[in-house]
């Protein structure tokens, strides 16, 4: 594999690679950019958790995890190439993370598999090669890897979004006030519900929706959240359905991977917990945001309540953590 002296910091955290002058050969894989496929840490469009994003690659969910390594080969190809070498790419992760210089060379015998495609976007492509397209496939070759649609909603764009309030938290956070968690009537005291809003910022490549204070409360206090458009779940009828099925993964551990936990300042921990058609992101010291399938593009604020601090303290304990 061939990599390159200069790395830059690309979207999403990720570090996009410009290749170096190599050697000829089409099997020579001109680096781009890396990832973690850990239980810790894996690209979220690949499943809820470790073992599916792993079964999306065809790859058994081993405890150490991969390393992914996305290039293109002397045709242009895009390739997307798991390795065993698991801390090799975390410090080159690491390296470009902090806009310092790293060349990726993982030996070939670390390789575990071939794909081809990428299972993500990127901005770059190889110089001196052909433009980036996926390898002419052969017999018994899987389908190349492909990135989610960006124009549509799906389980893919729903995790996408939650990472991006995880990693975006300050900007999400101070579009809300007290009052946007508060039902109509009360005295405004932040409260475990779903919130009056949601920010006006995009969620997976999709607008975030505006939770109205009708939406909020039903309607006559009868505690019964009526459906939305085209019957789909209310959203405090979808962020309740959340929450309860995050409180069984306190008496019946979900998959690894399911529930990560992350640095935030001030000693606080940022929470990305994911179930069937649902993710939530959040910090162990305020609230929580929940994105369902059900609802496109939608963020529902929670408010923290009594409740929801017991159950993110519990979710912490049992999370894996980065290395």
């Known amino acids: 594999m061939t990599g390159t002296d200069e790395g830059r910091a690309g ?7 410009a290749p170096a002058d190599g050697g000829e050969g089409d099997d020579q894989l001109y680096v781009l950019t890396a990832l973690l496929l850990t239980p810790a840490r894996f690209p979220s469009v690949l499943g809820d958790d ?11 969910p081993y405890a150490e995890g991969y390393g992914l390594v996305l290039g293109q080969d002397g045709e242009g ?17 690491a390296a470009w993370d902090c806009g310092m210089e790293y060349d990726l060379s993982p030996d070939e015998r670390s390789v575990v598999a071939a794909l081809p495609g ?3 976007a990127l901005a770059v492509a190889a110089p001196g090669v052909p433009a980036p397209h996926d390898p002419d496939p052969a017999e018994g070759d ?8 960006a124009t549509a909603w799906g389980p893919a764009q729903r995790r996408l979004g939650a990472d991006e309030i995880a990693l975006q938290w300050e900007a999400w956070r101070e579009q809300l006030g007290a009052g946007d968690f508060a039902p109509p009537g009360s005295s405004g005291r932040e409260d475990a519900a779903v919130g009056a809003r949601a920010p006006d910022r995009e969620a997976g490549g999709r607008g975030a929706a505006r939770v109205t204070e009708g939406e909020s409360t039903p309607p006559g206090g009868s505690g019964q959240d009526p459906l939305g458009a085209n019957g789909a779940l209310g959203p405090q009828a979808a962020v309740r359905r959340v929450l309860r099925e995050v409180e069984t993964y306190l008496e019946d551990p979900p998959p690894p991977g399911r529930v990560r936990s992350m640095f935030a300042p001030g000693g606080a921990r940022t929470l990305r917990v994911d179930g069937p058609g649902w993710s939530l992101a959040a910090r ?12 496109p593009g939608e963020v529902l604020p929670v408010g923290r309540g009594a409740r929801l601090p017991a159950l993110l303290a519990g979710l912490d304990a049992m999370a894996v953590r980065p290395g």
């Open 11 to 17: 979207p999403g955290g990720l570090t996009e690679r």
């Open 50 to 60: 470790y073992p599916q994003a792993c079964r999306a690659l065809g790859l058994e």
């Open 77 to 93: 190809a895009r390739w997307t190439v798991a390795v065993d070498d698991v801390s090799l790419v975390a410090v080159a992760v």
């Open 118 to 120: 990428w299972p993500l």
């Open 142 to 149: 899987p389908p190349a890897l492909s990135p989610p649609d």
């Open 284 to 295: 162990t010291d305020d609230i929580a945001f929940v994105l369902v399938d059900e609802r």
